[in-house]
């Protein structure tokens, strides 16, 4: 039985992931293994057995999400608790919730370590000027992106590789 590292994220396009990649690659080098996102399930370990589950589970979740709309708006810090410094989203945070919830399920139902809370990383574990840079750098930041798919990768020699994308397909409620 061997095993694999997952994550499921929500891809920020272009050209705000650019423009926010460019300012996170000033914070360290894990800016990129992977564009700018969303964290919808952090690393996990998986069987390669339930790997097909994981795909299906993820493509019947995508099937019944409509796609939304982030705003995405300035930056906060997770300090004192962790050394974070992340973009804020001010709209679509609850529909971030919702799909964490549904990934967070079935074949992906491992409990959480932390509680979830939607957000772009843009400097981690890095000094306190670094973050205080990082924070006057996307202060006035400000874009509102249209979220239409989430993206499974994994972990492979170092990096994180694109293993399937979902299209959110399913109907607006709204």
Known sequence: MSGR????????????????DV??????????EM?????????????????????????????STAPFRLVLSGVDSFRPVSPVVFVVIDVGA???????????????????RFPYHPHVTIAHSVDEGAMDRAMRELAGFRADVPMT?????????????????????????G
Not at 5 to 20: C, D, H, M
Not at 23 to 32: E, K, L, N, T, Y
Not at 94 to 112: K, N, S
């Open 23 to 32: 300012v996170r690659a000033q914070f360290g080098p894990d800016a990129h």
């Open 35 to 63: 564009p700018a996102h969303v964290t919808v399930l952090p690393p996990i370990d998986v069987d390669d057995e339930v790997l097909p589950e994981v795909v299906a589970h993820l493509a019947a979740v995508a099937a």
């Open 94 to 112: 609850e529909d971030c919730v919702r799909l964490e919830q549904r990934v967070r399920a079935d074949a992906l139902g491992v409990e959480a």
């Open 5 to 20: 590292t997952i994550g499921v994220t929500l891809p920020i396009p272009a050209p705000y992931g650019s423009r926010l």
């Open 149 to 173: 798919a989430m993206s499974l990768h994994e972990r492979r020699d170092d990096h994180w590789s694109l293993v399937q994308q979902f299209d959110f397909t399913g109907a607006s409620t």
